[in-house]
């Protein structure tokens, strides 16, 4: 089979467009209920997408006045959803900054078992400051910091999920040996943050492992999602930055001698009959926006108050400063090259932000949106797309029942599923344990 297209539904509580919530066609009562998910999963199943992914974050925004920026706990939810749909991925976003990874190597196996093997993690070192808060720190890890816990964290989490062997867990009720403990592993982990024991208390899920996800493009997740990542989601506002970052990313995987990492920026697309129809739908969207609260999603990206600015002037980029913590953020830049390539007002910034924070908005015809997505499949910028419809459900359905029938007549993306797992989805391999072959030790509990 030639290439396939790798498709994740990227669901944000109302849409993704940050004005979502008001516009006629949504249904902001239903951001609580389990059958409104369901709805999309059953859709995005039906659609055959490889995953549904939810984003997380341990701290509320601070500008939750104006927008639907709370978040669901995404294991629960997607535990609930695993239990309806049977063939799609679950990607949740969980932090290793504020987690520990005994716990969380628990839940993500949970969510494997239970969903016989579709669960992803989306690996997060949390970029929100006052989360520092909420688990009694006086202050949020620097961002190198948060990156080398990062990658202790994850080695600490592999461990745990391969200390049970394939086959360790034996259940013959003739012989009554219930689990082969010569093939279940302490890891007696002593590193420079963590300290863990092991083994994990339940057994090695269908997959092996969760599919290692990871989201961030500065210089240290690139070097991160080189090392870790099985797929990686990032945001693009041009074909050229993001074929320069596939490549970049690649090349460092390869040189470390692991496989290439699949790289799925994200899209968010308004759709119409005409391309000036979808381009009105998107206006018509931008119009409901709040400024104040505009002004603060900038605010949190780039650190500059322009509150006291005209919004129709232009974006006053010398107040911009490259300096310090924030400047190492990816959407940070990814903000800054908005400003230098377009110069825009700092209205029509805001309203480019509005779509999806710095991710890829297109407007078009069912037609024009596939031709982007199948230009960047095939020209080394994108394996797939995280697509974020500016509304839901509506702006899904449209995708659903648009798009994808054209990417299927193109020969680029599947129409049934051939796997069960998210890995097979994403065509990656099912890892052995790294304990596999050990000499067997009985594991004593003492």
């Not at 391999?429 to 004593?444: G, H, M, N």
């Amino acid at each position: 089979m030639s290439r396939q297209l790798k498709l994740n539904l990227f669901i944000y509580p109302g849409g993704h467009h940050e004005a979502a919530w008001r516009y006629k066609d949504s249904d902001p009562d239903r951001v609580l209920d389990l059958s409104y998910y369901a709805e999309l999963a059953h859709k995005a199943e039906a659609a055959t997408f490889d995953a549904i992914f939810l984003a997380d974050g341990p701290a509320l925004a601070e500008n939750i006045r104006y927008a639907s920026r709370f978040r669901i706990e995404p294991f629960t939810w997607l535990a609930g959803l695993a239990a309806v749909t049977s063939r799609i991925g679950l990607i949740a976003t969980a932090s290793t900054t504020y987690s520990e990874p005994y716990n969380l190597a628990r839940l993500f196996a949970g969510l494997d078992h239970l969903s016989k093997g579709r669960a992803g993690w989306n690996i997060v070192t949390t970029g929100a400051a006052n989360a520092a808060q909420n688990f009694g720190l006086a202050e949020h890890p620097v961002h190198a910091e948060r990156y080398e816990r990062a990658g202790e964290f994850v080695e600490v989490v592999t461990k745990l999920w391969d200390s049970w062997e394939d086959g360790a867990l034996v259940a013959d009720q003739e012989s009554g040996l219930y689990a082969d403990d010569g093939r279940i592993h302490t890891i007696d982990h002593i590193g420079q943050r963590l300290r863990v024991r092991g083994p994990l208390n339940t057994p090695r899920t269908p997959q092996g492992r969760p599919v290692y996800v990871q989201a961030g493009s500065s210089e240290a997740g690139r070097s991160f999602a080189a090392r870790w990542a099985e797929a990686i989601f990032t945001a693009h506002q041009t074909f050229e930055n993001a074929q320069a970052f596939y490549s970049d990313v690649t090349a460092r995987a390869l040189g470390l001698g692991h496989a290439q990492p699949l790289i799925l920026p994200g899209i968010s697309p308004f759709i119409g009959s005409t391309e000036a129809e979808a381009l009105a739908l998107k206006a018509e969207f931008d119009e409901l926006t709040q400024p104040e609260h505009s002004l603060h999603q900038l605010h949190r990206m780039i650190g500059v108050d322009l509150l006291s600015y005209d919004l129709d002037g232009p974006f006053p980029r010398e107040v911009v400063s490259t300096e310090g913590e924030r400047g190492l953020g990816s959407r940070f830049q990814v903000v800054l090259d908005i400003v230098d390539r377009e110069q825009p007002t700092i209205r029509q910034l805001l309203h480019r932000l509005a779509g999806a924070r710095g991710h890829w908005v297109v407007a078009g015809t069912p037609e024009q949106v596939a031709d982007h997505i199948e230009y960047w499949f095939r020209n080394g910028a994108a394996d797939g797309f995280n697509v974020m419809p500016p509304w839901l459900t509506g702006g899904f359905d449209l995708f659903a029942d648009h798009v994808v029938p054209l990417l299927r007549a193109r020969g680029i993306f599947r129409s049934e599923y051939t796997g069960t797992t998210l890995r097979e989805h994403y065509g990656l391999p099912r890892p052995d344990s790294q304990y596999d072959q050990l000499p067997k030790t009985t594991y004593a509990t003492a």
